[in-house]
């Protein structure tokens, strides 16, 4: 049990349902108390709990004050359903609880406390710690059961916790909450006050209570009476609480659960207990898929080839000279005349007469001889070698 301003251990509870811890009323009473209940918190250390849980709601029991019912109650934010629970002691089962009985006693208390100054002085709390005690008295008009043990009990910081009790068919019962140290245990100064033997408050007698309160049913075998009622949830409890399967993160969980009860009646179901379901087992995680094969790389498109120049367009073939007339090509040639000495004497005359170079005038005057300048005569002869070069270069 946690202080709510401090989050210090203040006293230990039992985890009777899911949502419900029972504790001792004067572990919460203002005019004994230093704290008020906040969380619960679950493990093996006060100083380091696995889980803390808030509670929503707490109250002392009524008669707490008048007739010392040294009870308490508390619901929490939000249910516990991993750890297994050990009910309460109920109707016949109450039978085996008699002097001589053994009980196991457990709490987060100091392992040591004295009496120094008329001061208690307590150390060593928050390791969680059990020892077994021997029942020697039950005064049940004060819910008291009285027990005692070898150099062992509960202290300071126990209060609240539970007294177990193995029953014949080996599980185990809650019978109630550590309350005050033992009345005869020595307490003089110096002297160990924990060491003899511890006081418990009885839950059994006042169950109608307690489920009034939390407004569930605490008591699965039973009614509020003590009367034998089993449902479905009458079975599965541990048979070794003190010997989990797991670890505290996985809820203590454990194999180690008796069948249907059947302690005071017939069972639930002749069948064995029902089996928890189990856990789903986690999905696979799918597989990657593939990466996509990269897609290969365009070929580049071959260059184009470049056009072919276009070819030269043909040069125009010269137009062919004009025949001379006849008569006129043996005067313009200076060929085919059987008389040399007329034809000079005819260019002669003409060129002088008509200021055309060595020209027959009647050539010159229809076009068939190119002009020249006073500088000189173009003769056929040049012409004759002009026209085979145009025909080489137009081949090329």
């Given at each position: 049990?946690?202080d ?68 308490a ?21 109450v ?24 001061e208690?002085?307590a ?22 059961v ?100 797991s670890?505290?993160?996985q ?43 990269p897609?290969?790389?365009?070929e ?50 003409d ?46």
């Open positions: 049990m946690l709510a301003q401090t989050d210090s251990l203040f006293c230990t509870g039992t985890l009777i349902h899911p949502q419900v811890v029972l504790f001792a009323a004067h572990c919460m009473d203002p005019e004994l108390s230093w704290a008020t209940p906040g969380s619960i918190g679950l493990g093996e250390n006060a100083g380091a709990p696995v889980a803390q849980i808030d509670v929503v709601d707490c109250a002392m029991h009524p008669r707490w004050q008048t007739d010392d019912y040294d009870l109650i508390c619901t929490l934010a939000q249910p516990v359903t991993a750890v297994p629970r050990v009910p309460l002691l109920m109707g016949c089962e039978e085996q609880l008699v002097p001589g009985a053994q009980v196991t006693i457990i709490g987060y208390g100091a392992d040591s406390a004295t009496l120094e100054g008329g208690v002085f150390e060593g709390s928050g390791p969680k710690r059990y020892t077994t005690q021997t029942i020697t008295e039950l005064f049940l008009d004060y819910l008291d009285w027990m005692v043990g070898a150099d062992t009990g509960g202290c300071f910081g126990d209060s609240g916790g539970p007294a177990m009790l193995q029953l014949a068919d080996g599980t185990w019962r809650v019978v109630g909450a550590a309350s005050t140290i033992h009345p005869e245990a020595p307490q003089e100064e110096g002297e160990e006050l924990c060491d003899y033997g511890t006081v418990y408050d009885a839950y059994w007698p006042e169950v109608e209570w307690l489920e009034s309160f939390a407004g569930v049913d605490l008591t699965p075998c039973h009614t509020s009476d003590g009367t034998w009622a089993a449902s479905e949830y009458c079975g599965g409890f541990p048979t070794a609480p003190g010997v989990p399967g670890s505290w993160n809820g203590c969980a454990t194999a180690d659960l008796g069948a249907y009860s059947a302690s005071c009646g017939e069972p639930y179901s002749q069948g064995p207990w029902m089996e928890p379901e189990p856990e789903p087992e986690p999905e696979p995680e799918p597989e990657p898929e593939p990466e996509p094969e897609e290969p790389e365009p580049p498109e071959p260059e184009p080839e470049p056009e072919p120049e276009p070819e030269p367009e043909p040069e125009p073939e010269p137009e062919p000279e004009p025949e001379p007339e006849p008569g006129a090509s043996d005067v313009g040639t200076g060929t085919g005349g059987d008389s040399d000495s007329g034809l000079g004497t005819d260019t002669d005359t060129a002088s007469a008509s200021g055309s170079a060595g020209f027959n005038s009647d050539l010159v005057g229809r076009g068939c001889v190119c002009g020249v300048d006073s500088g000189g005569a173009l003769g056929f002869g040049l012409l004759g070698l002009l026209l085979p070069a145009l025909r080489r270069r137009r081949r090329g």
